[in-house]
């Protein structure tokens, strides 16, 4: 009889508990896993944010590169941490495309979605020498060069992804391109500037210097609005091309992970998204545009994303 009074006394006992250590996030320093090593863009944007949003946690944000497995070693890292707040994920679409390659078996569900940050605006992009001077012409380019044109991609990652959509909405038959595979970016930059390959897709930040220096031509932004740092380059949209295609950057925790964290981590990085130096650096310096999404909202983006990449999967073929 003891027992049975005493259990629920020490049941609300803990919930007071652990009500207080939410209340009290959070009292130690949160380890984020970016997924990728140093340098690139998504460890450069998740530094820049977390260091301000360590400025309204009270308490610092330590980034962890843990690169491998296509990106799925800090993923899993983190989908299998305790879900107390204190180890996060920093990541982008990868998440669901490593699903659907059948590289791991779990997609954006096996998080909690704390909120999205940031979108790189990625561009369909020609050599200088190359005829084609817009997006609109690739179409016909391809229809007077049957099987001849080349267009680069990494196997099962977000470019391929973005022709696999391009040639759906631009009305291009997948049977009469060539789609040549490289290790990463790097190297599509080299095989372009080589003019091995006819057009690849890249962005800003990964192609911003051979803009400016002439050496690569934007063909289109695949996006509703035009970039302030490419103003007189059109939208995909205005050449009659319905697609917008973006690598969407934004925080996960465990699964379980309590709503008060959350909600607090999501305060804490929407309040660095509005510092001006943080906008200022993700709009110029990395091409990117700022979209706060937290809790919900992101939940539903997600939704939206996987959605639009599961139809695209359809067309593409994994062993290649």
Do not use: C
Not at 91 to 96: N, V
Not at 121 to 146: G, R, T, W
Not at 171 to 186: E, K, N, Q, S
Not at 223 to 244: K, V
């Amino acid at each position: 009889m003891m027992r049975n009074k005493l259990t629920p006394i020490i049941a609300t006992l803990g919930l007071a508990i652990a009500g207080s250590a939410q209340a009290d996030y959070p009292e130690k320093d949160i380890r984020l896993i970016i997924p990728y090593g140093p340098g690139g863009a998504t460890d450069i944007i998740f530094r820049l944010i977390s260091k301000e949003a360590e400025e309204h946690l009270g308490e610092s944000v330590v980034p962890v590169n843990m690169a491998g497995a296509g990106a799925t070693l800090g993923s899993r890292n983190v989908k299998d941490a305790d879900p107390d707040g204190y180890t996060l994920l920093g990541s982008h679409d990868t998440i669901a495309l490593s699903k659907l390659a059948g590289t791991v078996d779990y997609s954006y569900d096996a998080f909690e979605p704390v909120t999205l940050l940031t979108q790189t605006i990625n561009l369909p992009v020609a050599h200088a020498n190359h005829p084609v001077k817009s997006a609109e012409e690739i179409a016909d380019y391809v229809s007077e060069n049957p099987g001849e044109v080349r267009f680069s991609m990494i196997p099962s990652s977000t470019d391929h992804f973005f022709w696999v959509q391009f040639f759906d909405a631009a009305g291009i038959d997948m049977a009469d391109v060539r789609l040549v595979g490289y290790p990463d970016t790097g190297e599509q930059v080299s095989a372009l500037l080589a003019e091995e390959i006819d057009f690849a897709m890249f962005n800003l930040p990964s192609a911003g210097a051979f803009f400016e220096d002439g050496s690569f031509t934007p063909l289109g932004v695949a996006h509703p609005e035009r970039l302030d740092s490419l103003p007189d380059i059109p939208t995909l949209r205005e050449q009659g091309i319905e697609m917008d295609h973006s690598t969407s950057r934004g925080l996960f925790a465990p699964k379980g992970t309590p709503q008060e964290v959350l909600d607090t981590l999501a305060d804490a990085y929407g309040k660095a998204l509005e510092d001006d130096e943080v906008r200022s650096r993700i709009e110029n310096d990395f091409g990117s545009v700022v979209r706060y999404l937290p809790g919900e909202e992101y939940q539903a983006f997600l939704e939206e994303n996987e959605a639009a990449l599961t139809a695209a999967a359809e067309n593409i073929d994994f062993q290649n």
